[in-house]
């Protein structure tokens, strides 16, 4: 029989992740949709859950409402109950009324009583913001079985892409004997995936030592190696960052591909339905006559009247005839009118496409976005919130239409490459 | 605190025959329907979007999978102070050693619970039948007459109506009502074709009393029994006329031909305009990923929930969670129930398959050419279909039929059992 361990999970959930660009202009990065019916914290959450693991905090900060609402009362995971439970840890300041969370290592210690009055034998401390399946349940066992100090999950990544995380270097028995944060030229390819296992009392303990470590990579784990017992937990399978629209939208497409990895399915991954007003509770995917689909996620309550493919929907999206969707991501009940061409877009909720106007046209993807080049570079265009795009509009690529655009804050017939435009109210 | 006055009874335990495979392990008001929810929740979203929270279930026929999907009752916002929902199931009487012996009998029995709410109108109705009704409206207008009973009736094809209880109504409300001035149960000669629909509100003294008189009887029904009782003994009887859509399931074709009303451009069921809800956590189908198509997919004209993978070819059809549809196959025609698995180059047309049913494939099932007027063919669940079988047009399978006992052909209107 295999019994769950009694380990504490903190969840950092707070992260503004603003090179998502609109996609977090009114919720955090965990918040964002993901594939149709989930959002990015769906999948940390199902893991804690899948993994037995009964307790948790989550640490918010940045537009916490969604998440809040989205979280509710941690029921769809299976948080509810005698010794279950998932408790919303909202930010607080310290001393001054104006220091915020000043770092990963700053914000667990700023919840140390919710440590303290939750005595485990382990403390997990995990990020909402990557779309993964592991059991972490293996990774306790891991870091019991050698007696560590810290246990971090690591996996092989390309050597160009180290540069964005911590890398470790082992030993033979897994020992991480050497750290080098965000390094420029890298001495290995093993990156952090930013989950750690902590010894209970250890944690307690080292974080109460010096109050200007701030962050997990650049201070409390390379302390930790040079001093202390940490091991590197490796970890095979499939991960995802997310955290550009580029590798967001890859992601979603990543669903739709066979042999890519991801299943949410196969994963037992759960969200919460009921969010917003029970978003998700609707009929059936219905099928037009003239409808076309292929290679394509599609939510119940949408409605195909038109062509649809390679592309992800969210509930009660609308594809009228003579539409075409295609290379997209659709989140909830998006509007896509009659003639209207949707490519290589995100579409936040309730976007609205005017009959016969083109969401990304022309071939051009290498006008990037002229305020945010670092965001939009490989021509996907982006539709806020509840955005219209009126009839017979032109957008181009690499573009922003902000949140809550209408038809009057339009210049004109056309939007040229790597503009972006307001609402003007 | 304003408290809800009406208490709502669901007859929902009946069984029918005609729907044989389909009501083997399950009440007929438990029967899937719509691609994802249950045939009762047609009368709960209809309670609900009344705004009628206080709600008992009788059921007495295999009562589990009706007691699994009502749950809590919050699917349809039934749980609060004063919202509720709750199963009555059938026990012994102190002197009679019987269950319900008819739907009057089972309300009888319950009579202590209903007494309980102090309703100031009881609202009895059927779990069977797929409808939008407003029954707010229904008893405004019960109010209006003063009436003791009233009876929502809508009109029938006439060569139907000897299957249903038929009133004749007089016009006093034009399009609206009318006094009932006879009723009779399913009549060999039907003289109207005003069919009631099962839906009842009663004055609850007049329902008590016809209840305690009724047990001196033999018979228990509110069709045979009780409305004609009322109306003989002089009670105010009205009827409110109903033009909306209503289907009824009662054989297997009727069912197919319900379903296909959810389809088309203007279909005559519409689940999203008529806010209709069921219980996501009634066979976990909330925690389905969204459809998936795959790159050779044809889809039209269908209704298709989450779970659902489709690599073939779906036209006319709808399919409840978990179903997949292998590249190759085509569906067409059909309705297959939760966990359905179509192999590569089947193919089904007017079939309508209970749940876990895998065809092998190769497999033919049902007319390789369209034909309007064919027969509906039936699987009961958990079948594995051998590949290449031949299911001839309107034959019926019993659920779980052995591996060894599958034929290479099932002929037309052949009973597999």
């Known amino acids: 029989m295999r019994k769950a361990k009694e380990s504490l999970v903190l969840l950092l959930a707070g992260g503004a992740g603003s090179r998502l660009n609109i996609l977090v202009q009114k919720r955090a990065k965990p918040a964002v949709p993901f594939g149709g019916i989930y959002r990015i914290i769906d999948f940390s959450l199902s893991n804690v859950m899948n993994s037995g693991l009964q307790k948790v905090g989550v640490l918010t900060q940045y537009k916490p409402l969604s998440l809040m609402d989205h979280l509710s009362t941690g029921e769809a995971w299976d948080f509810t109950g005698r010794n279950r439970g998932i408790q919303i840890l909202p930010p607080r300041t310290g001393e001054l009324d104006s220091d915020w969370y000043k770092g990963t290592a700053d914000a667990v210690r700023r919840n140390l009583d919710y440590i303290k009055s939750n005595p485990a034998d382990e403390v997990v401390i995990l990020s909402g913001d990557h779309i993964y399946h592991m059991d972490l349940d293996a990774m306790i066992e891991f870091h019991r079985s050698k007696r560590a100090d810290v246990t971090i999950a690591m996996m092989v990544v390309p050597k160009s892409e180290i540069h964005q995380f911590g890398a470790g270097i082992t030993d033979k028995f897994d020992r991480i004997v050497d750290w080098e944060e965000k390094p420029k030229e890298p001495k290995t390819n093993l990156a952090s995936m930013g989950i750690y296992v902590f010894d209970y009392n250890y944690l307690i303990d080292t974080l109460s030592k010096d109050k200007e470590e701030v962050d997990f990579g650049m201070h409390i784990l390379q302390r930790a190696i040079r001093n202390d017992n940490v091991f590197a937990y490796p970890f095979y399978g499939y991960w995802r960052d997310v955290g550009t629209i580029q590798s967001y939208w890859e992601a979603n497409m990543d669903v739709i591909r066979k042999d890519s990895g991801i299943s949410p399915q196969k994963w037992n991954i759960r969200t919460n339905i009921e969010t917003m007003g029970r978003f998700a509770d609707r009929p059936p995917a219905r099928f037009g006559f003239n409808a076309r689909v292929k290679s394509s996620l599609i939510s119940a309550g949408s409605n195909i009247q038109g062509e649809v493919i390679n592309s992800v929907l969210a509930p009660g999206v609308t594809v009228e005839e003579g539409a075409i969707v295609k290379d997209s991501v659709l989140f909830a009940d998006c509007m896509v009118k009659k003639g209207a061409v949707v490519d290589y877009s995100i579409l936040d909720k309730g976007g609205h496409i005017g009959a016969g106007a083109v969401v990304g046209t022309g071939d051009n993807h290498s006008t990037v976005n002229k305020l945010n080049p670092s965001h939009l570079y490989t021509g996907i265009t982006l539709i806020g919130k509840g955005s219209e795009v009126p009839a017979e509009q032109k957008i181009g690529r690499n573009c922003v239409i902000n949140s809550s655009v209408k038809e009057q804050d339009y210049p004109g017939k056309s939007i040229e490459d790597g503009e972006s435009l307001f609402s003007r109210s | ?417």
């Open chain 2, 1 to 417: 605190m304003l408290k809800p006055t009406t208490l709502a009874i669901v007859l929902a335990g009946g069984r029918v025959d005609e729907l044989n495979v389909l009501t083997y392990f399950r009440p007929k008001s438990a029967v899937p329907f719509g691609g994802f929810g249950r045939v009762i929740d047609f009368s709960l979203s209809n309670l609900m979007n009344s705004g009628i929270e206080q709600v008992a279930l009788l059921s007495q026929y295999r009562s589990f999978s009706l007691i699994n999907h009502i749950g809590t009752g919050a699917a349809w916002d039934m749980v609060g102070r004063y919202r509720h929902v709750s199963i009555l199931p059938p026990f012994i009487g102190n002197d009679a050693a019987d269950w319900y012996r008819g739907s009057a009998d089972a309300v009888y029995k319950n009579l202590d619970f209903v007494k309980y709410h102090k309703p100031e109108e009881i609202l009895i109705i059927s779990g069977d039948h797929i409808y939008k009704m407003d029954y707010l409206d229904l008893i405004e207008y019960h109010y209006e007459k003063g009436a003791d009973l009233t009876i929502a009736f809508t009109k029938v094809p006439q060569d139907e109506a000897h299957r249903f209880g038929l009133a004749s109504l007089d016009d006093e409300d034009g399009i609206r009502g009318g006094r009932v001035t006879d009723y009779q149960e399913k009549p060999q000669n039907p003289q109207s074709n005003w069919a009631s629909m099962t839906v009842m509100c009663f004055k609850p003294e007049v329902l008590y009393r016809a209840l305690e008189e009724n047990q001196a009887g033999e018979s228990f029904h509110f069709g045979q029994d009780i409305i004609p009782m009322l109306l003989q003994g002089q009670y105010k009887v009205y009827g409110y006329k109903f033009d909306g859509y209503w289907g009824y399931t009662r054989t297997i074709n009727e069912y197919w031909q319900s379903s296909m009303d959810l389809l088309g451009s203007e279909p005559l069921i519409d689940l999203d305009k008529w806010v209709f809800r069921t219980n996501l956590d009634h066979r976990q189908i909330r925690d389905n990923e969204p459809l998936l198509l795959g790159d050779s997919a044809v889809v039209t004209n269908s209704l298709i929930y989450n779970g659902c993978k489709v690599g073939g070819t779906v036209k006319n059809s709808i399919l409840f969670p978990g179903v997949h549809v292998k590249s190759g196959a085509t569906v067409e025609n059909s309705v297959l129930f939760f966990n359905n698995i179509v192999g590569e180059g089947s193919h089904l047309n007017k079939v309508v398959s209970d749940v876990n049913n895998s065809f092998g494939p190769g497999s033919v099932v049902g007319a390789e050419v369209s034909d309007e007027g064919a027969d509906v063919t039936v699987l009961g669940g958990n079948n594995q279909i051998p590949e290449k079988t031949h299911i001839g047009v309107g034959a019926t399978v019993y659920p779980e039929i052995a591996d060894k006992r599958w034929p290479e052909h099932v002929d037309s209107g052949e009973v597999l059992r």
